[in-house]
């Protein structure tokens, strides 16, 4: 019996840390490349880089829509791990979807809690309160909030690049040249800003057809990306902020950025 009840709860744990991992909400739009005078279809997820796997919950969304193009939804599709979102025909020109979650408030078990943070790699003095909060016996709980954009575009003209470049996120992945216009072997320069001031020393984990990679922004907070396969590209970051006192929340940001070569 105990051995029944040890196996339980090691897998409770490990099915703990893997939700803990799902955490990068992309917004994305279908087709990658819109075509003019057509239906415009944004998809939503949450998961481990480009493989979704959770539908996000539209109560807990902030805001959703499309930077310079005021429009309402008309269609919302939830599906087993994905949502999507239907707009009226596409403008052409540059576009950028942006969305935003409220605050929400969880609980991680500590297997989770290692999972999670040699996922998103924070600094070291956030490494070190952890522990420190670990052998106080003390659980994990967290506040945490999204970000995410996403650019494409839908034939010529449209928005000018500098109105689109950054949006004033609360924590953002501001691309310092438009995104749609790069090709394969090209690469991308990109600065992360939490409420307008550049994070240094944060990890961006990148992701592609290919598989991840991790990079750090430097002391003026910025990264370049090489660009090393056609299709969909995500940068994602993830800020942890140590409890303010004993028995407090932990506060996060995450933020993603996404976009596709042709």
Known sequence: MRRLQSLGLLLLLLCAAGSVQAHDTWVQPLPLRPLPAQPLLLELSAGHGLQPLSAPKKRRLRSLGL?????????????????RVRFGLAAPGLSCAVLTTDLIEIEIPSAGVDAYLAEVQPAAAVLQAWQAQRARAQPWRERYAKDAKAYFR???????????????????IVALRDPTRLRLRSSLRVELRQHGQPVPDAALRLFDRKGERLLRTDAAGRATLALRCRGRQL????LLQPPAHVG????SRFATLSFSLP
């Open 154 to 172: 839908v034939g010529a003209g449209g928005l000018p690049w500098k109105k689109v470049r950054a949006l004033g996120q609360t924590l953002e």
């Open 235 to 238: 940068i994602a970051t993830t």
């Open 67 to 83: 930077i310079g193009r005021p429009r309402q939804p008309v269609a919302w599709v939830r599906l087993r791990n994905r949502v």
């Open 248 to 251: 407090a929340a932990w506060s």
